[in-house]
């Protein structure tokens, strides 16, 4: 690729420089590795201190659904059970996939004067990864990631963020609807704690973009109270990956390679050889494909303009990420400016744009308009 290719009439040379050493990275990269997964225990690991900025406070909890087992690993972390009466929704249960354990964190200001839970504002954040990796406590990362980008909104945030680790497509075990159970035990957890969704705003990020959509959804239909509001970068929210001939032109500047996201979808959604053969115990042999234009899987599908009191929601993608049809979509069919769903393109912006620290006041400015929409 030329260097005359390789850039954006917005990029600033720390841009140009920063999106190429990830690019390059992600060449020789191993893909996640198949047939692994941490366990709860593990995932509910508190993050290095010394990656922690000061003024954060970070703890977590392990939320056992009921009739779920789990057994302490003697690492001594806190573990919560959920009540009987809180029930996996139809739509989320599978022959295959069974509910596990969960952690979810809390990230707090340090000195947040103390409030009533009916009275507190929260976020309940759902990190990207591709439902193949990330973790909202950057365990088992490579360099911290969630950690100072979720601590960030937390100083300015007079509440309390959630951020649930959901299992990720690694395992067949971890497929789909395994993060959604995952995310909807973590959800429920919230509200238990006496916390009130008029008060609770989903945050995502791609994969996690496209979750709280779903959540959204699912909470509709089963007649719950909706959230006060969303705010969703760039959400993967369509897992046929049909790009139109802009996105399709980004491949230029965008960090991943859309096979990259196809990849960690086939895994996700269990497509037929995604999985060695060989590994296929005989339950998830002959499973046929998924519907990808189902909502609960491609949140683009939504029919959200037909949902009276779906809340306000706004979407942020980057003008150089190639997955930026969904979240045009979304915001077309919603009714373009005058309806529910507001667009915030981000320009020069590529996917994960929202993390990189040489995106500087770009990345700022975009977090700062979506946490004062979600106000």
Request: aromatic fraction near 10%.
């Amino acid at each position: 690729m030329s260097a005359s290719t390789f850039t954006r009439p917005s990029w600033t040379a720390e841009i140009e420089a920063g999106t190429k050493a990830i690019r390059d990275a992600f060449k020789v990269a191993p893909p996640p590795p198949l047939g692994t997964a941490k366990t709860p225990a593990q995932r509910a690991t508190l993050p290095n201190p010394a990656t922690i900025p000061d003024g954060v406070v970070i703890k977590s909890i392990i939320v056992v659904p009921h009739g779920v087992e789990f057994a302490d690993d003697g690492s001594g972390k806190a573990a919560v059970r959920l009540p009987e009466s809180i029930a996996l929704p139809s739509q989320l249960q599978d022959a295959r996939i069974s509910p596990e354990a969960v952690p979810v964190f809390t990230y707090e200001r340090n000195g947040r004067a103390a409030a009533v839970q009916v009275e507190t504002n929260v976020i309940f954040w759902l990190h990207a990864g591709g439902n193949v990796s990330g973790h909202p406590a950057d365990y088992n990362m490579p360099c911290p990631q969630w950690v100072p980008t979720i601590s960030k909104v937390a100083v300015g945030f007079d509440g309390v963020i959630f951020a649930p680790s959901y299992r990720l497509a690694t395992t067949l075990e971890n497929t789909y609807p395994a993060n959604l159970q995952d995310i909807w035990h973590a959800y429920q957890y919230v509200l238990e704690q006496g916390y009130q969704p008029k008060n609770i705003r989903f945050v995502g990020e791609s994969a996690g973009g496209n979750s709280v959509l779903i959540l959204t959804y699912l909470l509709h239909l089963l007649s719950k109270t909706l959230p006060h509001s969303i705010a969703a970068f760039c959400p993967a929210a369509d897992h046929d990956y049909v790009l139109s001939p802009y996105a399709a032109a980004q491949a230029d500047a965008d960090i991943f390679p859309i096979g990259l996201h196809r990849g960690g979808s086939d895994l996700w959604l269990l497509e037929p050889g995604a999985f060695p053969p060989e590994s296929l115990p005989s339950r998830f042999q002959g499973v046929p494909p998924r519907d990808r234009k189902d909502p609960l899987i491609s949140a683009m599908y939504i029919p959200v303009k037909d949902i009276a009191g779906w809340p306000k929601t706004l979407l942020v993608t980057g003008t150089a990420d190639q997955l930026v049809d969904p979240s045009r979509y979304i915001h077309e069919e919603a009714g373009g400016e005058s309806g529910k769903v507001q667009l915030l393109e981000v320009e020069g912006g590529v996917h994960g744009f929202w993390h990189f620290p040489f995106y500087g006041k770009v990345r700022d400015d975009a977090w700062a308009a979506a946490v004062k929409f979600i106000q």
